[in-house]
T-cell receptor, first 119, second 113 residues
Framework: GAVVSQHPSRVICKSGTSVKIECRSL??????MFWYRQFPKQSLMLMAT?????????EQGVEKDKFLINHASLTLSTLTVTSAHPEDSSFYIC???????????????FGQGTRLTVV | GENVEQHPSTLSVQEGDSAVIKCTYS??????FPWYKQELGKRPQLIID?????GEKKDQRIAVTLNKTAKHFSLHITETQPEDSAVYFC????????????FGKGTMLLVSP
């Protein structure tokens, strides 16, 4: 299956600093990538949809200025948590579907996830 | 928007038994239904998927059924093994690679030896 790589897998940062998380599709092009947040023992909560070459689409209640998304190429999307606070501590995970509007697109394939701890 | 309901939230079975997880969806336009297995601290892994043009798909001990009329689909695991223990998520979406997935809340499956 398609491979999605996410880095870093774990990060600890001080309150008030920013953290950048990278999501790469290694063997396919991903026009669209998705960023999720997952709380312990809960399902995946979609934060935003990242579109290559255009602005991301954020879900209701997700602060655009807090969670900056950049999708500069067909294989890379980044999520930057700005001015992080302890309540931002969570498991962040990206996913991607193969590019195109074809009827046979599978999906989605997930990155390894990033465990963010803000102290 | 799409809404996916998943049941049960937890499921305990003995090794060798079968396990069934059920999901319903609300958007009749949805036409692709993947299932994911997530082990603790790891990424969700796609284990099987079904498109709306078929009613059943099987891959070794795992099978998925789809009833478009009733808008529900199910995951069946036969001859369960302890390594099947994990959280399972169903999802619904469109075939298009641009479409996001709507996930169920997950089922924690525990297979006891």
């Amino acid at each position: 299956g398609a491979v999605v790589s996410q880095h870093p897998s774990r990060v600890i940062c001080k309150s008030g600093t920013s953290v950048k998380i990278e999501c790469r599709s290694l063997d396919f092009q991903a026009t669209t990538m998705f960023w999720y947040r997952q709380f312990p023992k809960q399902s995946l909560m979609l934060m935003a949809t990242s579109n290559e070459g255009s602005k991301a689409t954020y879900e209701q209640g997700v602060e655009k200025d807090k969670f900056l998304i950049n999708h500069a190429s067909l294989t890379l999307s980044t999520l930057t948590v700005t001015s992080a606070h302890p309540e931002d501590s969570s498991f962040y995970i990206c996913s991607a579907r193969e590019a195109g509007g074809g009827t046979m697109a599978r999906g989605a394939f997930f990155g390894q996830g990033t465990r963010l701890t803000v102290v | 928007g799409e809404n996916v309901e998943q049941h049960p939230s937890t499921l305990s079975v003995q090794e060798g038994d079968s396990a069934v997880i059920k999901c319903t969806y609300s958007d009749s336009a949805s036409n692709y239904f993947p299932w994911y297995k997530q082990e603790l601290g790891k990424r969700p892994q796609l284990i099987i998927d079904i498109r709306s043009n078929v009613g059943e798909k099987k891959d070794q001990r795992i099978a998925v059924t789809l009833n478009k009329t009733a808008k529900h689909f199910s995951l069946h695991i036969t001859e369960t093994q302890p390594e099947d223990s994990a959280v399972y998520f169903c999802a619904s979406t469109l075939n298009s690679g641009y479409s996001t997935l709507t996930f169920g809340k997950g089922t924690m499956l525990l297979v006891s030896p």
